[in-house]
C-alpha cells in the first residue's frame, strides 16, 4: 500500500496531542496548573483570552509540523531508540514553546504569570507527547512491514 509517510507523520503528531490534552485537563481538575494545553496554545493567538476551540486547531497545528520535523530529522538520526528520541524531541519543542510564551504572553504582563506546577504539567504533558509520537511512529511508519 503506498502512502504519503509525511502526511502521515504529520497526522500523528496531531493525534499524538490529544493524550496530552487528556492529561492536562486530569491535573487542572486535581487542582494541578493553570492551562491545559490547548488553552495555552490558543494564547498564541488570543494573547490573554484562552479558548478551547482555537487552541485545539493551534495545537493540532503545532503537533503536526513539529511530527513533520521530526520525522526528517529521523532520516539523519535514525529510526532506532525512537521513542527515547521522540520524547527528547517534544522536551526542546516544550523548552522553545515555554521561552515563546513567557516572552509574548507573561512579559508583558497580557495574562497573570502562571504558577510553577503548570510549568511541570506541560513539562510531563509534552513527554507524553512524544512518548505517543514514538510508539505511534514506531508502528505506523517504521514497521517491519513497510
Known amino acids: 500500500m503506498l502512502y ?9 503528531g496531531a493525534i499524538s496531542t490529544i493524550p496530552y ?8 481538575a486535581a487542582g494541578v ?5 490547548f488553552e ?9 483570552r484562552p479558548t478551547f476551540l482555537l487552541g485545539a486547531v493551534m495545537t493540532f497545528i503545532v503537533g503536526g509540523y513539529c511530527a513533520l520535523i521530526f ?8 529510526p532506532d531508540h525512537l521513542t527515547i ?3 527528547c524531541f517534544s522536551l526542546l519543542v516544550w523548552i522553545i514553546m515555554e521561552i515563546f510564551f513567557v516572552w509574548l504572553i507573561e512579559g508583558p504582563k497580557l495574562i497573570s504569570p502562571r504558577p510553577i506546577d503548570d510549568y511541570y504539567l506541560h513539562m510531563f ?15 505506523y511508519l517504521f514497521t517491519a512491514k513497510g
Do not use: H, M, W
Request: glycine content about 12%; overall charge positive.
Open 33 to 37: 496548573g493553570k492551562y491545559g494545553v
Open 71 to 78: 520525522y526528517y530529522s529521523l532520516k539523519k538520526l535514525g
Open 125 to 139: 504533558g509534552s513527554s507524553l507527547f512524544g512518548l505517543t509520537q514514538g510508539i505511534l511512529f514506531k508502528r
Open 21 to 28: 490534552e487528556i492529561f492536562t485537563r486530569l491535573l487542572l
Open 40 to 48: 495555552l496554545t490558543s494564547l498564541i493567538i488570543t494573547l490573554n
Open 85 to 87: 528520541k521522540s520524547i
Open 4 to 12: 504519503d509517510k509525511p502526511l502521515v507523520a504529520g497526522a500523528l
